[in-house]
């Protein structure tokens, strides 16, 4: 009688234990087709529309691009982000005209000088299609660099522009490791490979090449305002010595065309007063599906490990 008891309560356990177990699987199925009918509906919702370009508008219109920020590879103002948005602007069969709406301190002169090739050839491909620069805050250094090769370019009295020189900075420690008694140990194979080391004594010999580089890097950039404003350009002693002016005294001196804001060139310069923005942007859906799919495979990465071992 008592093994009777027994082989019943043990087998009772088991089945309730392979309940359990039953009911786990199927939750765990649930939730993961859940997730992923939640992640591929974010997903569309990610891919919806035209990539950043608004809708709902229909006919002839004024294409915009923004430039924002510090100019560099792995920046929103990349020359593979902003070109995209240029690209996507002018084969618009409906684009009257494109704004590039700048504001941005520069940043990388390779970047910079990508864009305005971009523009250049673009511009020579659709010769009916005008594009302007706007000035916001700011178009120095490698955002002016952009800005020459469009149309005209337009600036709000207060807006800073300039700053046309090429810099290369960083720091000096040989004197605190003095102080401290730190000896820099650095082993070369090729007496420049320690090429302006910030650890080691500044090698004059260094330093004129570097220069030189600079100098030319310069040289490249003024040949590029020149090319790009021509004779609109009233150049003075001071004009490529990296100074920067306000909007109002650019226009004066040739740098810039006339005050004016995105809308007033839309619908007075332009001629389309409806506004479409080409700016490749990546929405919140697609922010939120990659993090969720990183949460996600993480999640999936843990529970593998938890069954592994």
């Known amino acids: 009688m008592a093994e009777n008891w027994e082989r019943e309560t043990l ?17 765990s199925i649930f939730f993961s087709t859940l997730g992923f009918l939640f992640l591929f509906g974010v997903l569309i919702l990610a891919f919806k529309g035209k990539n950043g370009v608004e809708q709902g508008i229909s006919g002839k219109h004024t294409a915009l691009i923004e430039l924002s920020g510090v100019i560099s590879a792995n920046s929103t103002a990349s020359a593979e982000e902003i070109d995209k948005g240029l690209k996507k602007a002018f084969a618009d069969s409906d684009t009257k005209g494109v704004i590039l709406e700048i504001n941005s301190p520069g940043g990388s002169p390779v ?11 673009l511009r020579k491909e659709h010769p009916n299609i005008p594009i302007y620069s706007v000035v916001g805050e700011m178009c120095a250094s490698g955002a002016y660099y952009v800005a020459v090769a469009t149309d005209k370019i337009y600036v709000d009295k207060a807006s800073i522009v300039g700053s046309i020189g090429v810099l290369m900075d960083g720091f000096g420690f040989t004197g605190a ?13 090729g007496v420049n490979k320690g090429f302006l080391d910030p ?20 040289q490249q950039f003024i040949q590029v305002v020149r090319d790009g404003r021509g004779n609109r350009l009233k150049e003075t002693p001071d004009m490529f010595s990296g100074l920067v002016w306000t909007g109002q005294k650019s226009i004066s001196m040739g740098l810039t065309d006339g005050l004016g804001t995105t809308d007033y ?21 697609m922010r939120f599906a990659k993090k969720f799919g990183a949460t996600f495979g993480s999640a999936m990465l843990e529970a593998m490990d938890e069954k592994l071992r």
């Open 265 to 285: 060139v839309a619908e007075k310069i332009i001629g389309a007063k409806e506004i479409v923005d080409y700016t490749p942007k990546e929405n919140v859906a």
């Open 111 to 121: 970047q910079a000088g990508e864009i305005n090739d971009e523009i250049r050839k």
């Open 199 to 218: 650890f080691s004594p500044m090698n004059d010999d260094q330093k004129k090449y570097a220069l030189s580089m600079l100098e030319e890097i310069h």
């Open 11 to 27: 087998e009772k356990l088991a089945f309730h234990a392979l309940q359990e177990q039953r009911r786990a699987r199927h939750w």
């Open 177 to 189: 490791m003095q102080k401290l008694g730190v000896e820099r140990r650095l082993l070369t194979a």
